[in-house]
């Protein structure tokens, strides 16, 4: 950013020149109006309270002589002055996206949510040095946080680190109506290519796991400086033949090595409906032993599956 200069020290270099490089900082960053242009120039001190917005008109004709193709403000743009075109843009092909998009395939994977938030800072702001639409739109299509805000994700992270309480406005998909929660947060994870805020119900103790996406607002945040005690963890035991690409989960344990070459897995999950999406994903490589009741709710949704698929 630009520091605010004296007349004296901007008496050295172009003020045309400089000039020239804040508007087209402006530009690139979103349309401006000449109140705008005029009010970002009078608080670098590049002109006066005299100066005529004529001076502005001659500073977009020099970013067009140099290449830069800006529309007029009118009625159709808002009356703002639209940067669709510039020499300084990047050429990206579709060949280097899909090389980017390979290797964030691997990183997001192992990254937590701010590592998630710096990449998706990241592809917006390269989005702002190309200007040819389709790719900028495969460049911000990369992000796994493309439909998410950065700003609410940061605050929920703040959240969990303050171990706060939050009351909300949730919309579950089960649900024709929203409801109003009241939970202990606890950690906000990435699964799935979601985002999930995970705590305990005040009322019932029980463990939520709450698509970020659904929260309508937060009411009413306030301290847990009582503390509240966590939900019991769902306990499941299965064998595991096969921990794939991705490893074991933090909450899971290895209980034993059998002869058969097969892991008995002991997984402590923050609830009931983690517990259940994380077996399923371990495919026919996992066969539940313990409890007797999980065991056959897995097997009921494996035949609910079953029939739907074969009609």
């Not at 300084?88 to 390979?102: A, H, K, M, P, Q």
């Not at 997001?108 to 998630?116: C, G, S």
């Not at 989005?127 to 495969?138: A, P, V």
């Not at 517990?275 to 949704?301: K, N």
Request: charged content about 30%; glycine content about 6%; aromatic content about 8%.
């Amino acid at each position: 950013m630009l520091k605010v200069a004296t007349k004296e020290e901007l008496c050295q270099i172009s003020l045309t020149g400089l000039r020239a490089l804040i508007l087209f900082g402006l530009l690139v960053k979103e349309p401006q109006s000449l109140e705008d242009i005029r009010k970002t120039f009078l608080q670098h001190n590049v002109i006066d309270e005299s100066s005529s917005n004529d001076i502005l008109r001659i500073d977009l004709n020099t970013l067009r002589v140099m290449g830069c193709k800006i529309t007029r403000a009118d009625k159709s743009t808002n009356f703002k002055y639209r940067l669709l075109e510039h020499p300084f843009s990047l050429n990206i092909t579709d060949e280097e996206i899909g090389v980017i998009r390979r290797a964030y395939k691997k990183i997001k994977e192992e990254a937590d949510i701010p590592t998630l938030i710096q990449y998706d800072d990241l592809f917006r702001k390269i989005s702002n040095y190309i200007t040819d639409e389709t790719i900028k739109e495969k460049i911000l299509g990369i992000s796994v946080l493309k439909s998410y805000k950065s700003e609410f994700l940061n605050e929920l992270i703040t959240d969990c680190q303050n171990n706060s309480i939050l009351t909300l406005e949730y919309k579950s998909p089960a649900s024709k109506n929203s409801k109003i929660i009241e939970i202990a947060v606890r950690k906000i994870i990435f699964q799935n290519d979601k985002i999930y805020l995970w705590g305990n119900d005040i009322n019932s103790g029980e463990g939520l796991s709450l698509h970020v996406k659904r929260i309508i607002k937060i009411i009413l945040r306030k301290s847990n400086e009582g503390g509240f005690p966590g939900a019991k963890p769902v306990c499941v035991r299965f064998l595991l033949s096969n921990f794939g690409l991705s490893g074991l989960d933090d909450s899971e344990t290895i209980i034993e090595r059998r002869d058969d070459g097969k892991y008995l897995i002991e997984g402590n999950y923050h609830n009931k409906f983690y517990a259940v999406q994380r077996i399923l994903s371990l495919g026919s490589a996992c066969t539940v032993t313990e409890p007797a009741e999980f065991r056959a709710d897995i097997i009921a949704i494996l035949k609910e599956m079953r029939n739907m698929y074969n009609g």
